[in-house]
């Protein structure tokens, strides 16, 4: 069984945060994984920030989760996933990829908005 301690989430498109595409987690996480819009909407995402941030400051964070948090301003939903997950105290774990992008050649029927070359893959990693 996978450990309820943690967030679980697929080892790939993490876009310098947590991937949040697809989760395993306790009910116990949920806030946390899925209160995104709450937190936007109440105010609490700027105190949020700020706390991690200041953690980051300090140094209390791994110099892996620093660099994952602190990069150049820009907050993709993924890294907005990792800083919420950080202020619960939540480390995510990783399972392999259950699922990967096709890329398509942008013609009828292709839905794919990626043109990936000889690859039938978005990702390397995929």
């Not at 697929?10 to 310098?16: A, G, K, L, T």
């Not at 936007?40 to 791994?62: D, F, N, Y």
Request: aromatic share 10%; with cysteine.
């Amino acid at each position: 069984m996978l450990d309820a301690a943690h967030v679980w989430v697929p080892d790939v498109d993490h876009n310098r945060g947590v991937n949040d595409r697809h989760a395993v987690l306790s009910r116990e996480h949920a806030n946390a994984y899925l209160g995104s819009w709450e937190a936007l909407r109440s105010g609490k995402a700027a105190s949020v920030i700020q706390a991690v941030l200041t953690l980051i400051h300090l140094g209390e964070l791994g110099d892996q989760d620093a660099r994952k948090i602190a990069h150049d301003g820009e907050i993709s939903a993924e890294y907005w996933l990792q800083i919420r997950l950080t202020f619960a105290g939540i480390k995510p774990k990783f399972f392999p990829p259950v699922a990967f992008v096709a890329c398509g050649a942008q013609e009828l029927p292709s839905k794919s908005g990626w043109i990936c070359g000889h690859r039938v893959y978005k990702y390397k990693g995929e």
